[in-house]
């Protein structure tokens, strides 16, 4: 390890709190922002959509022994391990793999996320995005160039990827840095990718969530890696592909939808894509979660999994009314298990949130 690199990790971190905050998401349409289907499917105008809600991963930097990193994050145990040591095959090995790109030995990373561990609310990218962006800051406050939004994307995005292993979507960390709701176009320009936002609705209140959204956790952990590479691997093989097509179809259609307050609409393409995909991998429900889906179908609603599914949450779209008669039909389903429940949230507008502020020891 470089001094110069020690030394600018502690100088900044004995002197700044460095704290950082972003918003999970409910999604549609993920799978097509790897770059393994958007390449292939261009003909089909592949697209995502997410929305941000108010539940934020929050990270905060601190000292700690000198050549080392500790992590400690609500939901799991916490982890030390010397700079060149640090696992990235671990519960929480993107943290380490994000301390490591950025150098950051002899800290301590605390993390405290809002919404359920492994709740398929894509909680880890999140982080990553949040820890992106402190320690771009931390840098920053000791001299070195910060990163703008677009390059905390990029740079979360990569770090995963590569410290996964496996094929890596980037609508995750989007939604995380910009909130609100978009639609993400995965377009190929000249250059490459040229991602298109789309600002779906531009500040809905709590109403009008409470009116048109419902979220529930469906009381067991997601294992989104299993399916999505059942995905990767089908597409591959040149299996599904049409149905892919269908998928950025259901998902145009349901922004549409969602932008003109046509929530029939939104509801009849959401429940479309969540078919496509319940043939291709019918395990991406299990009991709880396709009788969620299930009673939003028979209530005029549209009832879809987070993610990749297997577990996790569970969202649903309708018109008022019928959102209302669900809610109560959720209610019942999900007191099967001890731990599920409807959550309480809202959009979050904000996306990435950075601040920081002089230790009380460095104020003098």
């Known amino acids: 390890m470089e001094s110069a690199v020690v030394s600018w990790i ?14 999970c998401r409910v999604d549609m349409g993920g799978t097509l922002d790897i ?3 958007f390449y292939a499917l261009q003909h089909a105008r592949p697209c ?19 050549g080392w990193i500790k992590v400690s994050s609500r939901g799991f145990e916490s982890a030390a391990f010397p700079f060149e040591k640090a696992p990235f095959r671990h519960a929480l090995g993107l943290m380490f793999a994000v301390a490591v790109h950025f150098g950051a030995a002899g800290l301590h990373i605390m993390i405290d996320s809002a919404s359920p561990p492994r709740s398929a609310l894509g909680g880890s990218s999140v982080a990553a995005v949040a ?24 740079r979360a995005h990569r ?5 996964a292993g496996v094929p890596c979507g980037m609508q995750d960390q989007l939604g995380a840095a910009y909130g609100g709701l978009n639609t993400w176009h995965w377009e190929i320009g000249q250059d490459g ?3 298109r936002r789309s600002a779906v609705l531009t500040r809905p209140g709590p109403k009008d969530f409470d009116a048109h959204f419902l979220v529930a956790y469906c009381g067991i952990p997601h294992a989104s890696r299993d399916i999505n590479g059942t995905w990767v691997r089908r597409f591959l093989a040149g299996k599904d592909r049409l149905r892919w097509a269908q998928v950025a179809d259901c998902v145009q259609r349901f922004s549409r939808a969602i932008a003109e307050g046509q929530w029939t609409a939104a509801a009849a393409a959401m429940n479309e894509e969540t078919a496509i995909r319940r043939m291709m991998t ?8 396709a009788a ?33 008669r669900l809610r109560q039909e959720w209610r019942s389903i999900l007191a099967q298990r001890p731990e599920a429940q409807l959550l309480a949230v809202n959009a979050d507008m904000e996306g990435l949130m950075i601040a920081s502020q002089l230790r009380r020891s460095a104020r003098g």
């Not at 019918?282 to 979660?289: A, N």
């Open 10 to 23: 502690k100088n900044a971190v004995n002197t700044h709190i460095v704290q950082a905050s972003a918003p």
């Open 35 to 37: 770059g393994t289907f």
């Open 48 to 66: 995502t959509f997410n929305m941000a809600l108010n539940l934020r991963t929050r990270v905060e930097l601190h000292p700690y022994r000198e």
């Open 131 to 154: 820890l992106v962006g402190a320690l771009a800051r931390l840098r920053a406050l000791a001299g070195f160039e910060d990163l703008d939004l677009d390059q905390i994307v990029q």
């Open 159 to 163: 770090i995963e990827e590569a410290s």
């Open 193 to 195: 990718l040229a991602i």
């Open 282 to 289: 019918p395990e991406v429900l299990d009991d709880i979660g």
């Open 292 to 324: 969620l889906v299930d009673a939003a179908v028979a209530g005029g609603c549209g009832g879809r999994f987070t993610g990749a599914g297997g577990g996790g949450c569970l969202w649903a779209v309708g018109a008022r009314d019928a959102i209302k």
